[in-house]
C-alpha cells in the first residue's frame, strides 16, 4: 500500500513575516488581499515587531493612550510596517553598514633612534612576549614597554559597506526575547520559534499526534548549509582568540549545521526517533524535504519534522560572498537603474537585468505524516509532496558555477506530475517556483532549465515565480521560503508575480515561458502543482514536487473512500479551531514559542526492555525490537 506524504503544519519566520496561516505569504500580495485578510496580516506584523500590544480587546501603541481597533492599528501603522519588512536597507541590529569593520595590519617604525616605547596596563600583556620588547613596571596594574626596531600591529580601522540591503526578519522581532535563550546562535532563536509555529499551526497537540505512533517512526530533518556563523556560534568562535576576547563553552557546540534539528528534538518534541542533517548549499531544505518524503513513502516512517534555518546577516558572511562577485552592491544597482542612489527595495531582480543575489535570513518548518496517518488524527491537509529528486552536476571548472544536474532533477518533477495527474494538469495547472537568484548567471542557466523541459513536455506559458525578489536568499533554508509561499496560493488564489521587475532580460530563455512583473490570478484550484527548484554552490540541484491540498484529498478519496474521508472532515474541524486560536492569541502578540529546557530528562534507568520491547516512559507505544533480517537470501 502506497503512503502520501502530506503536509499537516507549516510556520516559521522570514522577512515577510510569521509563516503560519499565511502571513508570510500574505505580505507579498497584500494590496490584492480581501480587507480582513489584509487587516489580519498588519496586526499580526504589528505584535510581532513590539510596534502595538492587544488588552481587553483593543491593540496600543507604545507612547498613544487610545485603544485602536484592527481597522485603526492598520491605517496608523501600514505604511511603517511595509517599510519594516522585505528586502530593505540593513539595520544597525545586525550591523552599522556605515562602518564596516576592516582592520588594517601594520608595521610600526620608530619615528626617531631604535625604540619605541608605549604604556599599558599589565593584564593587557602577551603572554608570550616578543624578543625585541623590553618591561619594566611603573605601578602594579601598568608597565612600560621598550621596543627595539620594529614591530606589528593591527589598526581599528572603519569603511562604508558596499552591500546595503538585505532580506532580514522583519523590523522590531527579536526572536531570543520571546523565550529563555541563553545566548543561543540567532539561527536557534529563529529555529524556536519557526518550529514552535509550524507545530502549534496544526490544531493538534504533540502528545496527542506521539500517542498515535511509536516512538522510532518519528524523525526530525533539518539544518541550515554554514552553521551559525554570529558571535555566538561557529563565528565568535573564529573571529575571538584574534580580537582579544576568549572562546565561551557554547560556540562550537551551538555553531554545528545541524543544531536546528537537534533543538527540535532536545527542546520541542523530546523526541527520540530518527534524526538527520542534509548539507546541499542553496539545496538543503529540499535535500532535507527528501529525506522525509523517502521516509514516509517506503513506511519507516510516520511523521516527520523538515525544517532549516539561516541567519547569514553578518558582516563577515556577506563579504564573503561579495569577494565572489555573487551580491548586488550599491554602485552595480545604481548602474542597473543609471541612479546616483541605489533602489535599496529593489536589489533582487530575477530573470531581469540584475547584478547579483540579496542576501536572507530565514526559519521553516514542516509537519509531513502519511496519508494514513493523517486521516487517523483528523489532520488538515495543506498540500502533499510525492517526491523530490536531486542530481549532482557532473565533471566542472568551477565549483560554484552551475552545471546539467538540475536538468534531470526538473525533467524527473514533470515526469512524476506527468505520471500521477497527467499529461493536461502538467500543460495547464502546474507553475514553477524558481530558484531565481538575480544573477546574471542565473537567468540565463536557470531559464535556460525550466525552458527546455516545458518544451520536452509540451508546455506553453509556463508561468515562473521566484520569490527571493520578494525575501532575498536565506541560503539553506530558500527552498522552504519557496514552498510555504507556494501554499499560499492554494488559500488565495494568486501567485506572486516577480514585482521588482519592469523587464525580462534579452538573454533569459523563455519562448515557453511567462515570466512577469503582476501576480498571476490563479484561483484556488487553479494550479494542481508547484515545481520547486533549487540550485546550489558545488553542484547541488534540487527539484520537488508539491500538490495541492485539492489535488492530495482526491488522492486521498480514491485510496480510503469518501466515507473515511468525510468523517476525517469532521474532525478536522475540531483540530481548525484550535489552530485559528493559536492564530488569533499569536496576532494578538499573546502566543509564545515551545521550549522545554530540562524537560522530563529520562535515563536509562527509566526503560523498561525486554527481548522484545522497549517501553519509554511518557509514549503510548513501544520501540518494537522485531527486526527482519533484510538479508536473508545472504544468511
Given amino acids: 500500500m502506497s503512503n502520501l506524504p502530506v503536509i499537516i503544519g507549516f510556520g516559521g519566520i522570514n522577512a515577510a513575516g510569521r509563516t503560519s496561516s499565511h502571513h508570510g505569504y500574505r505580505r507579498l500580495v497584500v494590496d490584492h488581499l480581501d480587507t480582513q485578510s489584509r487587516l489580519d496580516t498588519m496586526t499580526d506584523l504589528a505584535t510581532l515587531t513590539n510596534k502595538a500590544t492587544f488588552s481587553n480587546g483593543l491593540y496600543y501603541i507604545p507612547g498613544q493612550e487610545q485603544g485602536l481597533t484592527q481597522a485603526q492599528l492598520s491605517e496608523q501603522l501600514c505604511e511603517q510596517l511595509k517599510q519594516a519588512t522585505l528586502i530593505r536597507p540593513i539595520r544597525a541590529e545586525a550591523y552599522d553598514i556605515h562602518q564596516l569593520v576592516l582592520n588594517k595590519a601594520a608595521e610600526i617604525k620608530p619615528a626617531s633612534g631604535d625604540c619605541t616605547c608605549i604604556r599599558m596596563r599589565r593584564r593587557h600583556l602577551p603572554s608570550s612576549l616578543p624578543d625585541n620588547w623590553h618591561v619594566s613596571t611603573v605601578d602594579k596594574d601598568t608597565v612600560e614597554v621598550t621596543i627595539t626596531g620594529t614591530f606589528s600591529a593591527i589598526l581599528p580601522d572603519t569603511r562604508r559597506a558596499p552591500v546595503s540591503a538585505a532580506g532580514q526578519l522583519p523590523d522590531g522581532f527579536d526572536p531570543g526575547s520571546l523565550y529563555q535563550s541563553r545566548n543561543h546562535p540567532r539561527n536557534l532563536q529563529m529555529t524556536v520559534f519557526g518550529a514552535s509555529d509550524a507545530l502549534s499551526s496544526t490544531g493538534i497537540a504533540w502528545q496527542m499526534m506521539q500517542d498515535h505512533i511509536a516512538p522510532d517512526r518519528i524523525a526530525v530533518y533539518a539544518s541550515n548549509s554554514i552553521g551559525q556563523l554570529d558571535e555566538a556560534g561557529f563565528g565568535g568562535l573564529l573571529k575571538n582568540p584574534s580580537t582579544g576576547k576568549r572562546i565561551t563553552s557554547k560556540q562550537m557546540p551551538l ?99 540584475n547584478c547579483g543575489f540579496t542576501m536572507g535570513e530565514a526559519s521553516q518548518w514542516l509537519v509531513l505524516t502519511s496519508d494514513n496517518l493523517a486521516l487517523k488524527l483528523g489532520a488538515q491537509i495543506h498540500g502533499a509532496v510525492p517526491g523530490v529528486f536531486v542530481n549532482a552536476d557532473g565533471h566542472k571548472k568551477s565549483i560554484s558555477a552551475p552545471g546539467i544536474g538540475n536538468y534531470i532533477t526538473l525533467a524527473k518533477a514533470a515526469a512524476l506530475t506527468e505520471s500521477m495527474l497527467g499529461s493536461e494538469s502538467l500543460r495547464q495547472r502546474s507553475c514553477v517556483q524558481a530558484h531565481g537568484t538575480s544573477t546574471p548567471q542565473n537567468r540565463i542557466t536557470e531559464s535556460h532549465v525550466i525552458n527546455e523541459t516545458a518544451k520536452a513536455f509540451g508546455i506553453n506559458n509556463w508561468k515562473v515565480a521566484a520569490v527571493k525578489a520578494y525575501l532575498g536568499h536565506s541560503q539553506g533554508t530558500a527552498g522552504g521560503d519557496q514552498l510555504v509561499v507556494s501554499l499560499g496560493v492554494w488559500r488565495y488564489g494568486i501567485l506572486p508575480g516577480i514585482a521588482t521587475i519592469d523587464h525580462v532580460a534579452s538573454d533569459v530563455h523563455d519562448s515557453h515561458l511567462t515570466i512577469q512583473a503582476a501576480h498571476h490570478e490563479v484561483g484556488t484550484e487553479g494550479i494542481d502543482t508547484v515545481l520547486l527548484n533549487s540550485k546550489g554552490f558545488g553542484g547541488n540541484n534540487a527539484s520537488a514536487v508539491l500538490m495541492g491540498p485539492h489535488v492530495a484529498n482526491q488522492l486521498m478519496v480514491k485510496k480510503h473512500g469518501a466515507k473515511a474521508m468525510q468523517q476525517m472532515r469532521l474532525a478536522q474541524e475540531a483540530h481548525t479551531q484550535v489552530a485559528n486560536e493559536y492564530d488569533l492569541q499569536s496576532m494578538r502578540g499573546l502566543s509564545k514559542p515551545t521550549y522545554k529546557f530540562g524537560h522530563n530528562v529520562l535515563t536509562g534507568d527509566d526503560l523498561l526492555i525486554n527481548r522484545n520491547e522497549i517501553h519509554i516512559p511518557g509514549y503510548a507505544k513501544v520501540v518494537n525490537l522485531s527486526v527482519g533480517n533484510p538479508f536473508e537470501d545472504m544468511c
Fill in 255 to 353: 555553531g554545528y549545521g545541524q543544531m536546528p534539528a537537534d533543538f527540535v528534538n532536545a527542546y520541542l518534541l523530546g523526541s527520540v526517533g530518527a534524526v538527520g542533517s542534509a548539507l546541499g548549499a542553496c539545496a538543503t531544505f529540499l535535500y532535507n524535504l527528501r529525506n522525509a518524503v523517502e521516509d514516509i513513502k517506503s513506511g519507516r516512517r510516520d511523521l516527520v519534522i523538515v525544517g532549516g534555518s539561516d541567519a547569514p546577516i553578518t558582516p563577515e558572511v556577506m563579504e564573503g560572498f561579495r569577494t565572489m562577485g555573487a551580491l548586488a552592491e550599491d554602485h552595480e544597482v545604481c548602474a542597473l537603474d543609471s541612479s546616483d542612489k541605489p533602489d535599496l527595495r529593489r536589489t533582487s531582480r530575477p530573470f531581469s537585468s
